[in-house]
Structures are given as C-alpha cells and as structure tokens.
C-alpha cells in the first residue's frame, strides 16, 4: 500500500501518524520506530493519531533536525524491514552555475518542471553540486522548494536514496573533483542512480551491442579511427562517412566525408555549417587533427536518410523508465537538418514524427514507412539490451535513424538527454511526463532496494 504523509512539527519528545496509515503499517506505540530519510535516521515512538482531515506525520522538532526533514513537505511514507522511510531523497546533481541562478530566482525551467512533476510523486529532491558534499556527515548541501514556505530554501539534507546525475559540460578546473564524486557515489551501496552509466561511448556501444545477433541489423558499421586509411577502407564501402568522437553531442563534434568527382566534400560545424572540398585524403587528415585534436574517434557509415522537405531527418527517442522499472517511449521527435547540412542535430528544426509520417503517406514514399508506434516499440528493444551489455539505466535519449528504404537504425544514446520541453511533442504547462518518470522511478528504485 503506498501511503503519503505531510510532514509537521509537534511538541513533546513522542510523534504522532494519522491512525488510518498507522493501522496500515501495522505499528505500536510501545515501542520505538526507526524513520530512515535518505542516509539519516532516528528513533521516535508514534502514536495513532485519530481525527486528521489528511495524513499527517507529526515530529518532534529534534527529530525533524535529525532527518533534515522541513515542515511541510508531502512525502511517501512506506515500511522497509521494521523501519519506516520517507521520500525517497532524489538528490539531483548539477553544475554549480546551475545553483547561483536559483539562488539569484533565475530558477531554470528544467528545475520548474521537477518541482511541479514532484507535487505528484513527493520525494524529497533537492538540487546540488560537487562544492556542497560533506562526505563524513553524509550530508549535501542543496536548494529545495518548499510548498509550505512557497519559494527556494537552501540548506543540509542526508546523501540521497538516488542521484539523478544531470550536470554536463563542466569547466576544465572542476572535471576532476566531479569525476572523483561520482565514482565515491557509486561506491556506496546505499545510493542507487538513475542511470548505470555516466556515459556512453559510441565505440563501446557499438562493441558490446554488436554481440547480440538480435541488435546487428540497427547498427550501421562503425570502426576506430587510427589512421587516415582506416577512413580509406570506409570510404570505399560507402558512400558517406562520418567521423565523431567518442563522446561528443549535439553534432557539436562530429565531421562528415563524401565521396565526389575529383575528390571529397567534408562538412562539419563550427561558427555555422562548414562545406569544405579536398582532393586528397592527406588534406582531410589535417583537418581532422585540427578539429578534434587528439580525442579519439570512430568512423560511422553514413546512412541514406529520409529527408523532409529536402532536408535530411533522424530521430530522438526519449525513453525513461516508469514506477514500475518499465521502459516508456515519452516522445519521437523528428531532427531536421539545416538546408544543405549532414548534421541534423544542429539547427533545432523539430518535427513531431507523426506529422512528418503523415505527409509521407500522403505522398506515398518511401512505399515502406515504420510508423511511430513501431520505432517507439524498436527503440525501447534495443534499451533493454543496453541494460543488459551496461547495467539498468533509467533514462535515454536515443537517436534513431529511418532510411529511404523504412528501415530503422539505431546510431547512438545518451545518458542526459536534454530536457526542455517543446510544444507540439510533450505538454510544457501541465505536469511533465518526462520528468514526472524520473522521480516515479527513483521511488521504484529505493522500494526494491534490499534492506
């Protein structure tokens, strides 16, 4: 029986739980219970308390202190062993820029959208950053919102059931330290993760896929860039190639070669679409050094992709997992490629996917066309083989390709998808799918969590 309980302060040194949720949990008032919140805990007796017009969790000021518990707050209450929980604590993990903008009411709207997705699931979360972990209290300092107070409140709370890891694009000087707090968060077995993984690198994706019979059809042939004739052999397979770095996002880090009459057409994006002609491999070698420096990449085959209006489209995906650990597909966005350009991610053209296959029927090409249920349904296959070849992740934006022929390709996932919702794909006033998920599955995670 899932139960929820406001949190209020009482006088005396003994607590009080509405007596319908009382009798539910199966408690009694001689002896004392443990309240675990998070990484905090404490000792309190409760009594039934009779006569409440809603469920109410009444502690001894102390005790509130002890679990870093502010009055006011609308949290689950469930039993684990003998001891009761409350939240659970969904410590969300982001850059420190992030914070000064709420404490300064530049409040960003992915921040809005948790809170009000949380008015639903009531966890306790709380937004903090690598500067704000004392590692010996096992305490985070962080800014929540209280609906008691009406507005951001920064203080201490336990180390979290469950981090949510969404700080990206660090500053060279602070990648360090984020690294270590991730890896010493994960090493202690009381906190769980939305996702397994930090990243996902294109090159071991596609290794560890590519050993399942089942998943080699989606992946289009990928190899490692070791030398300029690595790229040769791709280039005599196939018409287009791209060259991308492990890591990279966004299209941000990505170059495309083609073969043409007398040569190679490259495109690649920086300070807007770059169309370059080289006659020669050695020119395409110095212009990779220059544009990826030393990172390492892997080389893609290109694939013949569908195109809207004369421009060229892939897909993304977003899939979380729900309150009960399933995969769901939140929405399929159709990416337009700016006119001319191999990069569809660049330009923030979206489609919804219907609509593009709606005017593709109409038109009545290409003759075989996946509809959005059915990408919906393969794309959420192939995540439940990156849980097998990674571990269980809990969200995804997977970028998915159709080409001219129907057929469905698989190009790569990442493991902080942006989350900005857009009008026409997901509803941006009223509680957000994609960030109600999270937190339905965070409490999925802390229920299922041995004691």
């Given amino acids: 029986m899932d139960n929820h309980v406001n949190i209020t302060v009482t006088e005396g040194s003994d607590g009080f739980l509405s007596a319908d949720v009382y ?38 000021g102390p005790v509130l202190e002890q679990l870093h518990l502010l009055p006011g707050m609308p949290l689950n209450l469930w039993k684990s062993g003998s001891a009761l929980r409350l939240g659970p604590v969904v410590g969300i993990f982001v850059r420190p820029d992030y914070l000064t903008a709420i404490a300064q009411g530049r409040v960003p709207l992915t921040a809005k959208k948790d809170v009000q997705a949380n008015a639903v699931a009531k966890c306790l979360i709380t937004f903090f950053s690598v500067d704000g972990i004392r590692w010996e209290e096992q305490t985070i300092r962080g800014w ?39 890896a010493r968060f994960r090493a202690d077995p009381h906190i769980q993760f939305i996702n397994n993984s930090d990243y ?71 300070n807007g679409i770059q169309r370059w002609r080289a006659v020669s491999l050695s020119q395409i070698e110095t212009w990779i050094r220059r544009f990826f420096g030393n990172k390492p990449l892997v080389l893609q085959r290109g694939i013949d992709l569908l195109t809207y209006k004369g421009r060229r489209i892939d897909l993304r995906v977003l899939l979380c ?25 660049i330009g923030r053209n979206f489609k919804n996917y219907t609509d593009v296959y709606r005017l593709f029927r109409r038109i009545g ?10 990408i919906r349904r393969e794309t959420i296959r192939i995540a439940r083989y990156i849980d097998k070849a990674f571990g269980p992740q809990g969200e995804l934006g997977m970028d998915m390709a159709v080409d001219r022929q129907g057929k469905i390709w698989f190009i790569e996932a990442n493991t902080r998808p942006e989350k900005l919702p857009i009008p026409g794909l997901e509803d941006t006033r009223g509680v957000s ?12 995670l802390t229920k299922h969590q041995q004691p």
């Fill in 365 to 374: 090409k290409p003759a075989r066309l996946p509809t959005d249920d059915t």
């Fill in 200 to 270: 996902l690198g294109k090159w071991e994706l596609y290794t560890r896929l590519s050993q399942y019979p089942e998943m080699r059809p989606y992946l289009p042939e990928t190899r490692r860039y070791e030398s300029i004739r690595d790229l040769e052999t791709m280039l005599q397979n196939h018409p287009l190639v791209y060259i991308k770095s492990f890591y990279g996002s966004q299209g941000k880090e990505v170059m495309s070669v083609a073969k043409v009459t007398k040569g190679y057409r490259v495109k690649f994006y920086h």
């Fill in 321 to 345: 997992k729900d309150g009960t650990g399933q995969w769901k597909a939140i929405y399929n966005q159709a990416n337009v490629s700016l006119p001319g350009s191999t990069i569809t991610t």
């Fill in 23 to 60: 009798r539910s949990l199966y408690l009694r008032p001689s002896e004392p219970t443990t309240i675990r919140v998070g990484h905090s805990s404490a000792e309190v007796v409760l009594h039934p308390l009779a006569n409440s017009r809603r469920s109410e969790l009444r502690l001894p």
């Fill in 144 to 182: 929540t919102y209280s609906p008691a107070h009406k507005r951001w409140i920064s203080r201490w709370f336990p180390f979290p059931d469950v981090i949510y890891d969404r700080g990206v694009h660090y500053p060279p000087s602070l990648k360090p330290k984020v690294k270590a707090a991730r």
């Fill in 433 to 444: 799918p994609q960030f109600l998920a999270v937190f339905q599955y965070a409490t999925f």
